[in-house]
């Protein structure tokens, strides 16, 4: 199996073991081709940035315990749809992104350079 790659060009690194994040729910924000939402933009989600994504749909912060889904709290670091995260810039609402846990794929919808303007240290 050939090695996911970040947005860096080196190797993608985990975004967050708790809460486990990532569409095959593995830590980490890659893709293998089968996950429609790219789930590929690790972040620090703030509040404004969860109340954001709940607005357009889609509700971080609500615990779902029939998912085995906590609900996430600002500070927490999860793998994002880039879309969302795309629609999240646009509004002036983007959360800190991990660019080492970022995958590559999320070039195909934002910039190198938007993703380094809401760069954040790894944990």
């Known amino acids: 199996m050939s090695t996911q790659r970040n947005v860096l060009g080196t190797e993608l690194i985990p975004c967050s073991m708790d809460p486990l994040t990532g569409f095959y729910r593995t830590g980490c924000c890659e893709q293998h081709g089968d996950d429609p939402g790219f789930h590929v933009v690790c972040c620090r989600v703030t509040a404004e940035f ?8 889609n509700d971080l912060s609500t615990p779902m315990p029939q998912h085995g889904f906590a609900g996430l709290q600002p500070g927490d670091q999860w793998c994002v749809c880039a879309a969302r995260w795309a629609e999240a810039l646009e509004a002036d609402a983007a959360c800190p992104v991990v ?22 240290a790894t944990n």
């Open 50 to 57: 969860l109340e954001f994504s709940k607005a357009a749909g």
């Open 99 to 120: 660019l080492e846990s970022t995958h590559v794929s999320a070039l195909e919808f934002v910039t190198l350079a938007d993703l380094q303007r809401h760069a954040t």
